[in-house]
């Protein structure tokens, strides 16, 4: 059971990106999905999270109104859509399966975490 990030990269401050974290090994249709991200020097900290019907998500303030998250059951995978990318949203990007459908942006609340994929942005 594992999840893979994928789709990080360099770009300019203004400009977007589209993270995918695909699942694979058993279903997560049924877990809350959540993205983290740790810059260097820093703690991780919570970006966004979708419960498991996807009626519900969560952002962090710095995030909200430019990035977007969504999953496609079909495909066991959860999106992060990143638009107008700041120099502070530089980090490394974690997604992670939740134990249990609701949302959350407790780390503790996450059992299967992905390998992480990097993301720039230049000023």
């Known amino acids: 059971v594992q999840l893979q990030a994928s789709g990080g990269g360099s770009v300019q401050a203004g400009g977007s990106l589209r993270l995918q974290c695909a699942a694979s090994?058993?279903?997560?249709?049924?877990?809350?999905m959540a993205w983290f991200r740790q810059a260097p020097g820093n703690e991780r900290e919570f970006v966004s999270s979708i419960n498991w019907d996807a009626h519900r998500t969560s952002y962090r303030d710095s995030v909200k109104g430019r990035f977007t998250i969504s999953r496609d059951h079909g495909k066991n995978t959860v999106y992060l859509q990143m638009n107008n990318l700041k120099s502070e949203d530089t980090a490394l990007y974690y997604c992670?399966?939740?134990?249990?459908?609701?949302?959350?942006?407790?780390?503790?609340?996450?059992?299967?975490w992905g390998q992480g994929t990097l993301v720039t942005v230049s000023s």
């Open positions: 090994g058993r279903s997560f249709s049924f877990n809350g």
């Open positions: 992670a399966a939740g134990r249990r459908p609701a949302l959350s942006s407790n780390p503790y609340d996450y059992f299967i």
